[in-house]
């Protein structure tokens, strides 16, 4: 079947000018950096195995609902930061010891948050220098060690990417982890990439991940993400690899059918070469017809790629409409380094809740790369009405000098606008609250929006996998729950929808068996829970002192 | 920052800027009044005399007919609430069914004064607007026929509105705190100025089931307006009612902010209506006076409806019908703290405009409790209702939900005034009182019949009675 693709992309071949950007005239979420005054001190550092990584897990770790945050350190021990603002308030975090030893504390790269064992904890998944960690949540955000007790050595590998998904009807989840260059090969650096893992979980009754299988062949991976591209309910594994280590390598695909290992696209089978220095992915169905768009950060061009009219539903053909969106975000924009940018996490969300997806990039030389831009600043993108993004990190107030790696865009502060997180080498983490529209007198609320929790008794317990859609009017919009890409920094919690001027909307959920719910018809400006199951929604409502 | 004098003092300029215009134009040109030339909204408390000079220019809006120099007719939008664009032009000036559907405010809001109900002939046709249906037509399939309603009291309604709507939201938070403070479920009764909207449940962590609300919507917002009790105020129905019926756009919805272009409606006009003219329109109904209850010059009358009142409580009729709720303050902030983004609202602006309606003279003749609120006499409980049941259908004849409200449940229509707004019903098509009386169902199935079985002298003084609550 060919996919009717061409129409639906007119939508996104827009021409933008970068450089002759005219202001938008939406509105711009003013985001005020405070982490020092919130009380997050933390820096990620360490020699040139901690270039990359630098990630955070944004998760609720004590049944708040507040978002807690999970920091990697390299060199320094990650810290976990518990988050104590109220709603609408400032933000406040408080420093929370971890029970780890020293060793395992550091040489953390990034944070993954999955709830592997299906309780009322959260768990996490720490990407180490050598052996990565299983954290099995409990309450009031403890985590104990759970490796031995799921059968999983922790490798000794330098893990930089990390996903997660719920293979049809499994009680548990199917990991990947990604690995970057095998240090310990002959001619390492160059060309000696470490073979990434698939971990099936193995038996029904207790989890084990004790049989992996090595995804081979592997290109020194930086992110990676369960993504059902072609809407067959199969997941299948997005790869992006950085082509400074590799040798012969490539951006990869791979086929995951239930019960079998996994097999890469090949050139045959429409899968097309495509080599970057890939950092992060992003998901996003920005054109509405089903069909996932990706975003790639690299050093240099961001790629946005979308299904190409000579893909079908077996053949994963894709192409770069970054420029004609404007998302290229090559090189600063704004000071005089015109050389060319490093782009890290990236992420796609509504930061204006005006219904369209803005895109964010965290940024910043490698370390002391004379030929890409040292002054590098972050990039907020606001999605427009003709599917063009357009430049306003300066104007939001992120355009700070700092060395950005991963990050998190999400709401701190249960009020309804989303914040951002972003973990910078050297220099302390970045920690922004939207404050809404800057005017004249002072902040404005910006426009409506929905937070969406997603809960299914028992097993996958936060719905990873389901698809949420979203109606207001004529608008349709979506949301996938996905564990996975960026720059080995996920989260958990609340999908966030700008609504605009809407005052109230229906959702409904594909949970990830494919079934799909009723219309929940809720009020703007609230946030929601639906259980799989429950006829009615809930409202949550979050702690004013 | 902007003094509260100098927004004050904006406002008064556009309405000497409209008389200034008014004044230039020749009697026969085909301009009307000067429309989004401003776009400062009033700000802070008006004193008697800008609020007069802002009512002023709000009548002059409410009248205005508008033509298509200054914006009328919508080409290129729907009437739909959220700003949505026609497939294909649309170049009929009016449409019976999909609007706009009148030139002026006025033109159906006119029975028996400016701002009063209308005929059956006034009735509008309320859909959603999304489907682009340009075809004219009233079958019931695509759309819901709806009377016109009288705007008097409107203030004093949108007030109580929003005191019932902060008290439910407080009994919430007050449900939510104590749960989460005791550590178990908190049932809590939402009950404000003695009317139930039935219960929620609180959880410890924060969680409401909401499944035993009645009556209202699940954010525990009045919104008293529309037959069918699904607007939240008078701005939002205003921004609402002036695209649908007039295609006149309001930039704080229909402006660039929102949709990315001046024109959306592509009719050649930008900004339309500016914030200052919807206040201007907002400040003229809010003070608004209220329908009087008339003591009868006719003895005989005013016996029949003073026994009338009387029954009218005992058979039930008041327990909806109630003859008054309190209000605490006469102040009216515009914009409101209800209204979401799309509608003007006290989150959105420096600081509202308040307009103190104690500063007006009819609201000095209300009647006060012990506690100084004044009684407002709406003959509403601003809920909504379930309206037919298996017996009595009269009142179900739409076949479509508005705003996740089912097709039988409407708000307790106001009864002030009733006297002067006849036919009735939410269509229109009853001609007498009798005759909407027996047709409720549902809900005021029980009241219904207390009338139907009542002696015949007792139904009318009840008439008697509703005779006596008139707009003057």
Known sequence: ?545 | MKTVFSLMASAVTATFMSAALAESMLPWEDDGVLLGGTTAAPAGELSKEALDQLIEEGETLFVAKFNKREGAGRPGATQAIIPTKQRHLNDQQFARLAGPDAQACSSCHNDPVIGGAGDFVTNVFVSEGFANANFDTSDPQFSNERGTNHLLGAGLIELLAREMSAELVKIRNDALHKAATEGVAVKAPLVTKGVSFGSITALPDGLVDLRKIDGIDTDLVVRPFSQKGVMTSLRQFTVNAMNHHHGMQATERFGTRWTGEGDFDADGVINELSADNISALVAWQATLRVPLEKVPENAEWHAAATLGKEAFKSQGCADCHRTELPLTSLKFNDPGPFDVAGTLNSQQVEAPAVYDLALLEWTQQLPRNENGHVLVPLFGDLKRHTMTDRVNTLLGNELLSQRFVGRDVFMTSELWGIASTAPYGHRNDFTALDEIILAHGGDARTSRDAYAAATREDQIAIIAFLKTLVIE
């Not at chain 1, 988050?83 to 010891?97: D, H, I, R, Y």
């Not at chain 1, 299904?307 to 994963?316: G, N, S, Y």
Request: aromatic share 10%.
């Open chain 1, 1 to 545: 079947m060919q996919l009717r693709l061409l129409l639906n992309l007119t939508s996104l071949l827009v021409f933008s000018n970068i450089a002759a950007a005219e202001p938008v005239p939406f509105d711009v979420p003013h985001m005020v950096e405070e982490a020092r005054q919130a009380g997050v001190n933390h820096a990620y550092t360490g020699p040139w195995e901690f270039f990359v990584g630098g990630g955070v897990a944004s998760f609720d770790c004590n049944g708040d609902r507040f978002p807690d945050l999970f920091l990697a350190g390299g060199k320094n021990p990650a810290q976990l930061f518990v988050n104590q603002s109220v709603a609408g308030g400032p933000l406040k975090f408080k420093q929370q010891a971890l029970s780890l030893s020293q060793k395992h504390l550091t040489q953390v790269l990034g944070a993954y948050p999955v709830n592997f064992n299906n309780d009322d904890h959260t768990d996490v998944v720490v990407l180490r220098l050598g052996e990565n960690l299983f954290l099995q949540g409990g309450p009031d955000c403890t985590f104990e060690l759970a490796n031995n007790g799921l059968g999983y050595d922790g490798g000794r590998d330098w893990s930089t990417a990390f996903a997660a998904t719920w293979e049809a009807d499994a009680t548990y989840p199917t990991l990947a982890i990604g690995n970057y260059v095998d240090r310990s090969a002959p001619g390492t650096p160059w060309g000696t990439c470490a073979a990434g893992e698939f971990l099936r979980p193995s038996g029904t009754d207790t989890l084990r991940f004790d049989e992996p299988f090595l995804l081979e062949p592997s290109h020194c991976t930086l992110s990676m993400l369960f993504t059902d591209w072609n809407k067959s309910g199969q997941p299948a594994l997005r790869v992006t690899n950085d082509r400074q280590y590799y040798r012969g390598g490539q951006e990869q695909l791979w086929r995951v059918d239930s019960n079998r290992p996994p097999r890469q696209f090949s050139s045959s089978q429409g899968w097309k070469r495509l080599r970057i220095w890939g950092m992060g992915i992003a998901e996003a169905d920005l054109n509405q017809d089903g069909f996932p768009e990706y975003a790639l950060s690299s050093m240099g061009d961001t790629m946005l790629q979308t299904l190409d009219p000579d893909a079908d539903e077996d053949r994963p053909t894709y192409r770069d409409v970054a420029y004609e969106n404007g998302v290229t975000a090559h090189r600063p924009y704004t000071g005089t380094d015109l050389k060319p940018s490093t782009g890290w996490h990236t992420q796609f969300a509504d930061l204006n809740n005006d219904t369209r997806l803005d895109l964010f990039i965290a940024k910043g030389n490698v370390e002391a790369m004379p030929d890409f831009a040292a002054y590098d600043p972050d990039n907020l993108l606001l999605g427009g009405l003709d599917g063009s993004f357009t430049e306003t990190g300066e104007e939001a107030g992120i355009a700070l000098d700092t060395r950005g790696r991963g990050g998190a865009v999400v709401d701190l502060n249960a009020d309804g606008m989303l914040d951002l997180v972003v973990v910078n080498r050297h220099t302390n983490t970045s920690v922004f609250r939207n404050q809404g529209a800057r005017t004249d007198w002072g902040h404005r609320a910006m426009g409506n929006w929905l937070a969406l929790e997603l809960k299914i008794p028992k097993t996958n317990v936060n719905a990873v996998g389901a698809r949420v859609s979203v109606k207001t009017g004529n608008v349709n919009q979506s949301r996938t729950v996905q564990i996975g890409g960026g720059h080995a920094s996920g989260q958990l919690g609340f999908i966030h929808i700008g609504l605009g001027v809407a005052e109230r909307a229906s959702i409904r959920v594909q949970w990830p068996n494919g079934d799909w719910s009723h219309d929940y018809r809720v009020f703007a400006n609230n946030f929601v829970q639906i259980t799989k199951g429950q006829d009615e929604a809930l409202y949550w409502y979050p702690r004013q002192h």
